[in-house]
């Protein structure tokens, strides 16, 4: 998992509220166990004027002249400026993997649905809660200001505006520390490798036979 320290990057919203994973990547694409190749379909159903298809090649698909993505002015976004309830409904992993891939790392809400919350920190996404006028002041900011950035400081866990003010945010410690070094729960895990081979290799001496079937 790559490491979340510091993002400066353009903001693209989504001024809906409750934003559930089908629409954030819809099942007909959940094809796959990679966390990649997803970034294509992110938010199909809006971003196309058609109806897309498993391992379709997405460059030739008629784009939604309507949809916020398609804007040359969001183009290369990093940051997703969203409203209450986003990561709603089933809790397909597959959601924070459609948004890393495609180039979001941080998602900025008044409020998410837990399992989706949580895959987030799993998966190299932030995501922040600020509260409800907040998020309407940096949708007015988005709207009136062509390019405009933001840049997420994870390890001061503050957001600074263009004009050098700053928003606060909370987070979890742990899930703080997993995201500025980039571990993911197998990366986690591996922290231990060489006290696992040493409690294995232990094991077995103690208990041969319960090895003898699985090397012969």
């Known amino acids: ?32 166990i990679k ?4 970034g294509p379909n992110l938010f199909d159903e809006l971003r196309y004027l058609d109806e897309g298809q498993p391992g379709q090649d997405c460059s030739g698909r008629p784009l ?26 089933s809790s397909r992993e597959h959601a924070p993997w459609a948004l890393e891939d495609y180039g979001f790392r941080c998602v900025i809400a008044p409020s998410f649905a837990d399992i989706f919350f949580n895959n987030c ?9 600020l509260p409800a006028d907040v998020v309407d002041g ?6 009136d200001n062509e390019g ?8 001061e866990q503050k957001i600074r505006r263009p004009d050098g003010s700053e928003i606060g945010f909370e987070v979890d ?29 232990q094991w077995q001496k103690k208990s041969p036979w319960l090895f003898r079937a699985h090397s012969a």
Do not use: W
């Open 1 to 32: 998992m790559k490491a979340f320290t510091t993002l400066d990057g353009v903001v693209a919203p989504m001024d809906r509220a409750n934003v559930d994973t089908d629409m954030i990547i819809p099942k007909q694409f959940l094809k796959s």
């Open 35 to 38: 966390r990649s190749g997803f």
């Open 64 to 89: 939604n002249p309507d949809f916020p993505l398609n804007f040359p002015r969001y183009a290369g976004a990093s940051v997703l400026l969203a409203r209450e309830n986003f990561g709603c409904g």
């Open 121 to 129: 920190f799993k998966n190299g996404v932030l995501p922040i809660v």
């Open 138 to 143: 940096l949708f007015k900011a988005v709207y």
């Open 148 to 155: 405009y950035r933001l840049v997420v400081d994870l390890a």
């Open 173 to 201: 410690a742990f899930r703080k520390h997993c995201l500025l070094n980039g571990l993911d729960d197998i990366g986690l895990t591996l922290q231990d490798a060489d006290a696992i081979a040493e409690f294995e290799q």
